[in-house]
């Protein structure tokens, strides 16, 4: 079983419109979550860090559900420059782990 | 800052042939990370380092090899290269995290096609 499982998309939105990704992961004891956004032929660079409480950058929202190992990213009023892989992160200790991404097109 | 660089961006081997990918940080992080990207296989960790002098097996170690000589660079080798290993790959640097919440920083990749 993969430790961080995300739906490949892709997701192809209209702009402005509001799209949710999920992410679940496998391993209890992780201790640490992230989005990363990875544009075309790029590096991965973080988007956000997620926290058992939720949190909220402009138009970007981030969950946590421990006891249903799952992770979220709400990203309303999406711009064409939203165009992106997005990609949910688990950190152990040491370790990180990915999932494979989710694709997302914003169409004008 | 310049963060994290990869040396060099680009490179064609053939199989057989042997060369070395340079990873700098200039953020004094204590981990640093080599992962390679696949389509369709997200990225998977070769080799990381918790520190100076000190290297450990990822996920898929196999046919290559790291050093860590000095806290602020991380090198990745290839000693044969093969096809399979037509990847791109990126190096990666954190802080040190007893309990996690640090994320990592990445270098821009290095693009390595083995014919």
Known sequence: RKEVEQDP???NVPEGATVAFNCTYSNS???SFFWYRQDCRKEPKLLMSV???GNE???FTAQLNRA???ISLLIRDSKLSDSATYLCVVNGVIQFYFGTGTSLTVIP | NAGVTQTPKFRVLKTGQSMTLLCAQDMNHEYMYWYRQ???MGLRLIHYSVGEGTTAKGEVPDGYNVSRLKKQNFLLGLESAAPS???VYFCASSYTARTGGYE???GPGTRLTVT
């Open chain 1, 57 to 59: 950058d402009g138009r």
């Open chain 2, 85 to 87: 290993q037509t990847s």
């Open chain 2, 104 to 106: 990592q920083y990445f």
């Open chain 1, 51 to 53: 926290y058992s409480s």
């Open chain 2, 38 to 40: 696949d389509p369709g």
């Open chain 1, 29 to 31: 004891a992780s201790q």
């Open chain 1, 68 to 70: 249903s190992q799952y």
């Open chain 1, 9 to 11: 998309g892709p997701f």
